[in-house]
């Protein structure tokens, strides 16, 4: 194989492992979260903890933001019949964004014996990013609305995040600063910092631009040796 085809062979690979690297890093990462829900109802103060799962899936602009309870929660004294259970809650923003989104889902598909941990169905609400950078996605507080009463169940234990999503905003607003910080995700006017994924990430990019200069260099001085010698 003539040298400039070798060269050039070795530039494209530098170029694809470089590709390869950027597409391999994660734009979410996720975690089950243990939170300890108090919960005031109408027969008075109960507590439960219940693992917690929160997944978000891109729609255009927006992100499908979905949370789930591996355990049910709290209680009724009272048989609750199909359809009789009405459950929401919301989910606090934390990092490069702020404020919260609540989430819902439909009411019990059947009946819940008494005195039997009510599990919640997943509950679903989008999330359209007003910043950009990483933003952290926290169980807050759960609503369960049930034969005309309302128990309100509070984290009591500063959970950490369930999710992190490396969001772009429309119109490509900036990380601003706004809202508290969470999960130990950064807040304020820059960027959030980076993590060793982001890392990993320029390190290979910059390896794949080196090797593509030197690549570079190496097919001129090649295609220039040999008009020399002609």
Request: glycine fraction near 14%; charged fraction near 10%; charge should be positive.
């Amino acid at each position: 194989m003539p040298n400039y085809q070798r060269t050039a062979v070795l530039a494209s690979a530098a170029a694809l492992a470089g590709s390869a690297l950027l597409m391999t890093a994660p734009a979410a990462q996720a975690e089950v979260v243990n939170v300890n829900y108090q919960c005031k109802t109408p027969i008075g103060d109960k507590s439960a903890v219940s693992p917690i799962d929160i997944k978000g899936v891109k729609s255009g602009s927006a992100y499908k933001i979905t949370m789930s309870w591996q355990k049910g929660v709290s209680s009724s004294p009272v048989e609750l019949g199909k359809g009789a259970m009405s459950p929401s809650a919301t989910v606090n923003l934390g990092g490069a964004d702020s404020g919260s989104i609540t989430v819902t889902g439909p009411a019990n598909q059947e009946s819940i014996p008494a005195n039997t941990p009510i599990k919640i169905n997943d509950l679903s609400g989008t999330y359209t990013p007003k910043k950009t950078g990483k933003v952290t996605f926290t169980a807050g507080v759960l609503t369960i609305k049930a034969l005309g009463t309302t128990t309100t169940c509070t984290p009591s234990n500063t959970p950490g995040p369930s999710l992190t999503l490396d969001v772009t905003a429309a119109g490509g607003g900036s990380s601003g600063s706004s809202g508290s910080t969470q999960g130990g995700a950064d807040s304020g006017g820059q960027l959030p910092q980076t993590g060793p994924e982001d890392s990993a990430v320029a390190l290979g990019t910059f390896g794949g631009t080196v090797l593509l200069a030197g690549a570079a260099g190496v097919l001129w001085l090649t295609r220039r040796n040999q008009a020399v010698r002609r």
